[in-house]
């Protein structure tokens, strides 16, 4: 179901709550989506013609814009499709499929996969240990956006089993005719109490 079709709703039938504005509603579809029990996926689009979902995703957090073709995926299915991506696919080699280690011909026969030419085991992948990342948050709606960062990465990253997720906020200002006294003195004092790090927090010329 489209996500903006859902969003009318709240607009021309009496009887559902009235929202604030579409901030709010996409706040409510991303907290649900994100959820490890969610009751629905979420996609980009989808292709009727293929029956596919683009940018299908389950228990993640979708993106902060949602596209005006975003749709909403009911669990069972977005599951469904999920699980039948990840299945393995056939690879052909020379005019045979090898399936699980076999290779088939067309007389059905079955023979071990060969080793590597250089008689080497072949080596897995090494998985990333370390995620790094600076965004710069605007003043226009700053704590929405800040909302955003930590449900759509830090809690995602979060996930990992073992995984340790340390969130910095550096705030930089710049004034071409100086900061006033007063307004140093309140900020140093505020700063003080929200234990910013003294060795790095101060005013200068």
């Known amino acids: ?15 559902l709550p009235k929202l604030r504005d579409r901030v709010v509603f996409d706040k409510a579809v991303s907290d649900a989506v994100t959820k490890l029990d969610a009751a629905f996926g979420f ?6 013609a293929t029956g596919e979902y683009q940018g299908l995703i389950y228990a993640k957090a ?16 977005a599951r469904d499709h999920l699980q039948r ?12 499929s090898t399936v699980g280690g076999t290779v088939t011909g067309d007389d059905d026969t079955r023979h071990p996969e060969a080793p590597p030419a250089s008689g080497d085991p072949v080596a897995a992948p090494r998985q990333p240990r370390r995620f790094y990342g600076s965004v710069e948050i605007e003043l226009v709606r700053p704590i929405r956006v800040f909302e955003d960062i930590v449900n ?21 200002a710049e004034a071409p005719e100086g900061f006033a006294e ?9 700063a003080r109490q929200l234990k910013f790090k003294a060795e790095s927090t101060g005013f200068e010329e």
């Open 1 to 15: 179901m489209a996500v903006g079709e859902v969003a009318d709703w709240f607009t021309t039938y009496v009887y």
């Open 43 to 48: 996609a980009d689009g989808y292709d009727e």
């Open 62 to 77: 979708p993106p902060v814009f949602m596209p005006p073709t975003a749709v909403l995926v009911r669990a069972e299915v």
């Open 85 to 96: 991506r990840q299945k393995p696919m056939p690879a052909t080699v020379g005019g045979v």
């Open 152 to 172: 759509a990465v830090a809690l995602q990253l979060q996930r990992t089993p073992g995984a340790k997720v340390k969130l910095t906020l550096e705030v930089e």
């Open 182 to 190: 007063a307004d140093v003195g309140i900020v140093r004092d505020n």
